[in-house]
Nanobody, 115 residues
Framework: QVQFVESGGGLVQPGGSLRLSCAAS????????MGWYRQAPGKQRELVAH???????NYADSVKGRFTISRDGAGNTVYLQMNSLKSEDTAVYYC?????????WGKGTLVTVSS
C-alpha cells in the first residue's frame, strides 16, 4: 500500500502563502484521483482539492481561486499551493486518494494562519 508523507506546513500571516508537498512511497500515477484534505480543530476532515489523472482539478468553494493542486510528471508527488491564506485555513493538511476508498493516512502537516 502506498504511504504518504506531507510537508511544507508552518506559521504564516493572513494573506500569506505556503506550498505543501506530498511524497508517495510508490508511484501514484495509476491512482485515478489524488486529493488534499484538511482537519481543523474540532471539525471533521474535509476534501479541499483533488486532481484527476487527466489533470482536471476541483476545489471546495472555501478555497477556490486561492489554492492550486498539481502533481509532478513522474506521478509521485502532489502539491498544494495556498495563497491569500485566511485564519480559517488553519488545520492539519493531509494527502490521500480522492473519489475512492482512501489509503492509510500520514501524519499530515500543520498550517497555522495567524498574525
Amino acid at each position: 500500500q502506498v504511504q504518504f508523507v506531507e510537508s511544507g506546513g508552518g506559521l504564516v500571516q493572513p494573506g500569506g502563502s505556503l506550498r505543501l508537498s506530498c511524497a508517495a512511497s510508490g508511484s501514484i500515477f495509476s491512482i485515478y484521483a489524488m486529493g488534499w484534505y484538511r482537519q481543523a480543530p474540532g471539525k471533521q476532515r474535509e476534501l479541499v482539492a483533488h486532481i484527476i489523472r487527466s489533470g482536471i482539478t476541483n476545489y471546495a468553494d472555501s478555497v477556490k481561486g486561492r489554492f492550486t493542486i498539481s502533481r509532478d510528471g513522474a506521478g509521485n508527488t502532489v502539491y498544494l499551493q495556498m495563497n491569500s491564506l485566511k485564519s480559517e485555513d488553519t488545520a492539519v493538511y493531509y494527502c490521500n486518494v480522492a473519489l475512492a476508498r482512501t489509503g492509510s493516512w500520514g501524519k499530515g502537516t500543520l498550517v497555522t494562519v495567524s498574525s
